[in-house]
């Protein structure tokens, strides 16, 4: 049989209370909610809906007919979502008739409820409103990370009552010597610190004990729990058919509790830090200056675009009846600012009073380099003993002009200085503060706008030149050719190469003094042990090959007994009119240690002995001495040589023998 209740019958009735305050809810009233706008929550404010709000109320469900029909399969929902995405509609069961509020925002917040003892333990009495924590616990356990909760629980018998949950936002250590009974224990001392102040005073241990103390408040660990239901409404993102055996809404989840918490994903970010700094990549002299003309409107508030970044002091814009030139990243007119001047955007911007320079202009400038570097860093540590508004430090090594980032926290915002480009420092306002860079000696001048909060600091970031080279006026050697030869020496003057440059069969030979050279190719020939080393103006085409002839000579391979003066060490030969660039020698060298060893010589075909070493930036060819190839001497400079072998490492001065 169909029950008699209709749906008119089915009311909802408010409590004693529609209020946000400790005792709102209470028992039910008699007189049911008619559906009027605002009756049982109040409108969103300015304020709720800038900072977020959380409101609660208790209502009833019930039967409003005079007699007692039952009421079977009874169940309540949320049939539409919010229309507004910044507002959500939640419901949960309350745990008793009557409850008030107090309780059921309890259960809301009982997300997570308090387990066992953590290990570590409450040093000290921990001040209300505080966001530092300090504790102690056994040396090698492990601190307590980022992000996790724990309950300071006071409960204790002649101490007041207290209990709250804090999440950590900070976890730093220290290993500390403690004494008890004339002896000696370390205990870690560990300081948190919280997302939210105290709200009340939680008491600690006086002093550690290597032993377990209990005091009277204890850091426990918690554990999630699920102490409300909530049931909500969520939108469909696939349309339902019936017999489906699963839906799929938009998302699972809702907003209950408001927060003005967020996380940002930081991307592609090095470790250390990466900044640009500027210097001029253009050739030297007016060879450097890009110039063009342009039509385009230059007014008040209009940023000019340059393409690339511009060298401090190097912009010119010349306009109909006046000259705009830079100046330590200001646009100026005839000395007076009219605008400013990005150095690294290449952006020139009028201000808003600034004069029009309409007409064809010419714009002339040095191209800037501005590579992204890792960041060379320094801190300034903040208490107070040195806070203050102006500060001065040398930094090392020096910054490449506009690099530079300084950072300060005032009353808990960070405010930064940036290097224009040209040595000064300024803020997105004036009033962040101002300051200097001097490239040439490192030093930074800072004058703060706010006094630095005491335990902050002031960070330093900035990159250097030392590893940048302006490549403009260098010009790129010939694509190169190294050929070993399989002979143990060449003769002078009998080489001949041939190749083909993808049309016409071309010839190179040598000179006595080993250089080669031939059509649209020059190089240079090592005689003993035979090499060439060979520089197209044009690489010949893939699959090349070269016909190297050339008469084989005979090595003479002979140990020799040096004569000493006070500058040289002699080596006669034996033999005369020695071939150029055929002399190889191994001079035997000792230290005052009784080290020895040998050092490797040659001639350079110019009658000169050199030596090839690798100092760390690349090989490097010394002179050490000379040759005379017609009486078949080799003269070595003792100096020279001696300084030369020191060059691999730091050794005591070595000696020729």
Not at 477 to 484: H, M, Q, R
Not at 519 to 546: C, N, Q, R
Not at 611 to 618: A, E, L, N, P, S
Request: charged share 20%.
């Amino acid at each position: 049989m169909a029950t008699k209740i209709k749906q008119q019958d089915l009311k909802f009735f408010p409590s004693e209370r529609l209020t946000d305050t400790d005792d709102g809810g209470g028992l039910r009233v008699g007189t049911p909610l008619t559906g009027e706008v605002n009756e049982l929550f109040n409108p969103v404010s300015d304020v709720d809906r800038t900072l977020g709000g959380f409101d609660m109320r208790l209502i009833y469900a019930g039967v409003d007919r005079d007699d007692d029909e039952p009421l079977l399969g009874a169940n309540t929902i949320i049939a539409t979502p919010p229309a507004d995405p910044s507002v959500s509609y939640l419901l949960m069961a309350a745990h008793r008739y009557g409850e008030l509020r107090a309780e059921a925002a309890s259960h809301v917040a009982s997300y997570t409820t308090k387990s066992i003892q953590s290990r570590m333990t409450l040093l000290g009495t921990q001040s209300q409103n505080s966001n530092v924590i300090l504790a102690y616990q056994t040396v090698g356990e492990p601190l307590p990370k980022v992000g996790e909760a724990y309950c300071l629980d006071q409960n204790k018998t002649g101490y007041p009552v207290a209990e709250q949950y804090v999440q950590i936002t900070k976890a730093t250590s220290e290993v500390r010597t403690f004494r008890e009974n004339n002896e000696d224990f370390e205990k870690l001392v560990v300081t948190m610190e919280i997302s939210q102040p105290l709200k009340s005073e939680f008491i600690g241990v006086a002093y550690p004990s290597r032993y377990h103390q209990t005091p009277p408040c204890l850091i426990k660990e918690v554990s999630v729990t699920d102490a409300a239901r909530f049931f909500g409404c969520k939108k469909l993102a696939v349309q339902a058919n019936q017999d489906d055996r699963s839906i799929k809404v938009e998302d699972i989840f809702e907003k209950i509790i408001p927060t003005t918490r967020a996380e940002t994903p930081l991307i592609n970010v090095d470790a250390g830090g990466v900044t640009a700094g500027y210097f001029d990549a253009a050739k030297t002299a007016n060879d450097g200056i890009i110039t063009y003309e342009t039509n385009q409107p230059f007014e008040a508030g209009i940023t000019f675009y340059t393409g690339m970044p511009i060298t401090p002091g190097s912009l010119e814009i010349d306009a109909p009846g006046e000259t705009l030139t830079d100046s330590n990243g200001t646009l100026l007119a005839a000395g007076t600012s009219v605008g400013t001047v990005n150095y690294g955007r290449g952006e020139a911007t009028l201000s808003g009073d600034a004069p029009s320079y309409n007409g064809l202009k010419t714009i002339k400038f040095r191209p800037a380099g501005s590579p992204s570097k890792v960041s060379d860093s320094a801190m300034i540590i903040i208490d107070e003993t040195n806070q203050a508004f102006n500060y001065t430090l040398t930094i090392d090594p020096a910054p490449s002009p506009g690099s530079l980032v300084l950072s300060y926290m005032s009353q808990g915002r960070w405010y930064d200085l940036r290097d224009n480009g040209s040595g000064l420092l300024s803020g997105y306002s004036d009033d962040y503060g101002s300051g200097s860079v001097m490239y040439n000696i490192s030093t930074v001048t800072a004058n703060l706008g706010a006094l630095p909060d005491a335990g902050s600091a002031i960070l330093l970031t900035w990159a250097t030149e030392s590893s940048c080279i302006n490549r403009a006026n260098i010009t790129p050697p010939n694509p190169g050719i190294t050929i070993d030869l399989n002979s143990e020496t060449i003769v002078p003057t009998t080489l001949s190469i041939t190749w083909n440059d993808g049309t016409t069969n071309q010839t190179a030979t040598d000179t006595t003094a080993g250089e080669i050279s031939g059509t649209g190719l020059s190089g240079k020939a090592f005689y003993l042990p035979p090499k060439l080393v060979l520089e197209h103006d044009i690489l010949p085409p893939m699959g090349a090959e070269y016909e190297v002839s050339f008469m084989a000579g005979v090595k003479t391979e002979e140990t020799k007994t040096p004569t000493t003066t006070a500058t040289e060490t002699i080596y006669d030969t034996g033999y005369t009119n020695i071939k150029p660039h055929t002399v190889n020698a191994a001079v035997y060298v000792t230290d005052d240690y009784y080290n020895s060893g040998t050092v490797k010589v040659r001639d350079d075909g110019a009658g000169n002995l050199v030596t090839d070493r690798d100092d760390g930036d690349g090989v490097k060819t010394y002179n050490v001495g000379g040759v005379d190839y017609t009486g078949g001497e080799l003269a070595v400079q003792n100096d020279l040589l001696r300084m030369i072998s020191l060059h691999d490492a730091p050794r005591p001065p070595l000696h020729i023998v």
